[in-house]
């Protein structure tokens, strides 16, 4: 779940407070979790309303609403990549160059590796441009509102921007006094390869879900992907 990962770095990281110029308190499992049900709740209400607004034919609304929520939930294979960034203890310390502080240089290597990730808009916001593996428009859930949609998912997308840029001094955990560490881009990008098989299956389940909820001739499309050839 690239949002759990990417926004959650960016709302501990710009908030990490040194306990001296060398080490920092790594923040621990529970607060990340705390953080993330946080904000999930706090931008709630404004992600209903852009939902309310999205129609297609033989859609039940109510049963389409559904189908959205089940992508929050965290699953197994980005709960492991959480605990490696977070304490399970209280009272951790690590070298503060071993946590993410902020830069942009560091989101965006997450943000390349994490980039196809299709999670549904986790309505968070990091303090910076909304990305959740559909920021460019061509790949992710927003390519496939707006496929299957059409005008009603261009405004969802829309009004789900405007959610996050709402949210994007969101200072959930600005007083702990913690920070996350930093994971290499290498052992992101075999994070990503080694949950695959999971995001396929989710993308698959929105798909089978808003079927069932009536909608027809549904597209499980999330983005173009690169040919073998292209490599």
Do not use: Y
């Amino acid at each position: 779940m690239k949002f759990s990962v990417v926004v959650l770095i960016a709302v501990f990281g710009v908030a990490a407070l040194a306990a001296d110029d060398d080490e920092i308190r790594q923040c621990t499992c529970d607060e990340m979790d705390m953080c993330w049900k946080t904000i999930h709740e706090e931008m709630k209400p404004c992600a209903d309303k852009c939902k309310e607004g999205l129609t297609a034919p033989g859609l039940d609304p109510e049963e389409a609403k559904e189908c959205f929520e089940n992508k929050h939930d965290k699953d197994s294979c980005h709960k492991l990549l959480q605990s490696k960034m977070c304490a399970a203890e209280p009272n951790t310390f690590i070298s503060k160059n071993e946590t993410w502080q902020g830069r942009k240089t560091l989101k965006k290597d997450v943000e390349n590796v994490l980039e196809d990730e299709p999670d549904h808009s986790k309505k968070l916001a990091g303090g910076w441009r909304h990305r959740h593996g559909h920021q460019r428009g061509r790949g992710g859930f927003f390519h496939f509102v707006k496929l299957n949609f059409g005008e009603s998912g261009k405004q969802f997308a829309k009004c789900m921007k405007k959610c996050f840029k709402a949210k994007k001094n969101h200072s959930c955990i600005k007083n702990l006094g913690c920070g996350i560490k930093k994971l290499t881009k290498k052992e992101f990008r075999a994070h990503k390869d080694a949950c695959k098989d999971n995001r396929e299956q989710k993308k698959q389940a929105l798909c089978d879900c808003l079927t069932n909820a009536g909608m027809q001739n549904v597209i499980c499309e999330f983005g173009k992907k690169k040919s073998p050839e292209s490599h």
